[in-house]
């Protein structure tokens, strides 16, 4: 899922500007989203850099959505408030409870960034907003993008730190009732084995369950085939489609 900004168009006398947000569609969505959309400035004051934010409701359904749509939205008529600051970024995301994964520029938050407004004021007052350059930004911004293939373990490798153990990458956080693991990549099929007396105290052997789930909407794939032996968990990652997994018990 990306979404990009074709269009704005700038009302000089009042220091508005009109903005259509493009979303072009990868995966289906099962689950209505709502947008949001933040205009933040790192010298402000406001939490998380945002100084207005323009939340809607999207032309239709995000799940109505299918793969290869591109949706149109907006244009919507963007107020820029008084004050000093003379540029905001447009960061964009979908949520509801939890945040989509974007494709595009990382603009922190689980947002993408896709423009600037650079405002001319008269005193504290806009009297003209146009669109900025954010190539520089984006180039920066992926100057600091992680190089994980960099991290991996050479083919064929078993580590095992203890806790947890793989021929691949994951990422674990512990939540109540639940283990969350993040792998990578995620395509490429690598076992994974997990010592559940340390990361899940309590959890009943015979309970434990093993769910994939899809990498952008969080849909639940069905049960991922795994066995438990002593205190180890073992099963193994790369269920095309799947973004993380949920061991459960």
């Known amino acids: 899922m990306s979404c990009t900004l074709p269009d704005a168009a700038s009302d000089a006398a009042s220091g508005r500007v009109q903005l259509t947000y493009k979303w072009v569609v990868n995966e289906d969505l099962d689950t209505d989203y709502h947008c949001f959309v933040h205009f933040t400035n790192a010298a402000g004051k406001g939490p998380d850099d945002i100084e207005f934010q323009q939340d809607h409701d999207v032309p239709k359904p995000t799940s109505q959505w299918r793969k290869g749509d591109v949706i149109l939205d907006g244009p919507y008529t963007i107020t820029v408030p008084d004050g000093k600051l003379d540029s905001y970024d447009i960061v964009i995301g979908l949520h509801k409870g939890s945040r989509v994964a974007l494709k595009g520029p990382d603009g922190g938050g689980s947002r993408i960034l896709i423009g600037r407004l650079q405002v001319k004021r008269e005193g504290e007052k806009a009297v003209a907003v146009t669109l900025g350059d954010i190539s520089a930004a984006v180039a920066a911004g992926e100057k600091r993008q992680v190089d994980f ?69 969080g849909f639940d794939q069905g049960t991922v085939e795994s066995r438990v032996e002593g205190t180890r968990l073992t099963f193994t990652a790369g269920k095309p489609g799947a973004g993380r997994y949920v061991v459960t018990w």
């Open 149 to 217: 293939s960099a991290h991996l373990n050479p083919a064929g490798t078993w580590v095992d730190f203890g806790k947890a153990a793989t021929d691949g990458s994951v990422k674990i956080n512990r939540e109540k009732g639940r283990l969350v693991l993040f792998p990578y990549p995620r395509n490429k099929a690598f076992r994974v084995s997990l010592d559940l007396k340390a990361l899940a105290p309590g959890a009943a052997p015979a309970r434990v369950q093993v769910h994939a789930l899809a990498a952008l909407t």
